[in-house]
């Protein structure tokens, strides 16, 4: 089995943003487009802009990432680098993690509140592999696991996706549509 060495994107991002939405690392199709949620079937962006518009609204990607840095939103990814073949969360070889400075992005924007996770592996690699690390005061900020955005997380559809993320994004305290 070959292993793809994946990089990560810089953060989506603006210096008063309130919310950080963190995923796992970019996947195959991310990276050959360099966009965040590019797999035609993820569903992050529908979602995000379902919820920050009020309808379900088709963006294109760089109105997408103004919609969101208006709605002081930030994106990110916990690994800045791993090693994978393919796009699964799964198949990312544990010892090859590398995540990203939040020490250095959280002294950068001091308004975020809430830390929302895109899926099981993001939560679990900053819970693991970030928040030991961290200062003490950045380790009280508002922590949520979401359901993943990816059609591999086909427990649940769409809508269903959309209404946990709503009820935590208008929630968490830092998001008033």
Not at 162 to 170: G, H, N, P
Request: proline content about 7%.
């Amino acid at each position: 089995m070959s292993y793809d060495q994946v990089e990560g994107f810089p953060a989506i991002e603006r210096a008063d943003a309130r919310i950080l939405i963190l995923g796992s690392a970019p996947s195959v199709e991310s990276l050959r487009q360099q966009q965040y949620y590019a797999h035609p079937r993820n569903a992050f962006w529908p979602i995000l802009t379902t919820i920050l518009t009020g309808e379900l609204t088709k963006l294109s990607y760089p109105e997408s990432v103004a919609l969101l840095q208006q709605q002081q939103i930030a994106l990110w990814d916990v690994m800045c680098s791993c090693e994978r073949p393919g796009s699964l969360d799964s198949a990312i070889t544990p010892a090859s993690i590398q995540t990203n400075n939040f020490e250095r992005f959280f002294d950068q924007h001091p308004e975020i509140q809430a830390l929302l996770f895109n899926g099981t592996k993001a939560e679990e690699t900053y819970r693991k592999r970030v928040l030991p690390h961290l200062p003490a005061h950045y380790t009280q900020l508002q922590r949520h696991r979401l359901p993943s955005s990816s059609p591999a997380m086909a427990m649940l559809n769409q809508e269903q996706k959309l209404e946990q993320w709503k009820a935590v994004i208008t929630q968490s305290g830092s998001y008033h549509p």
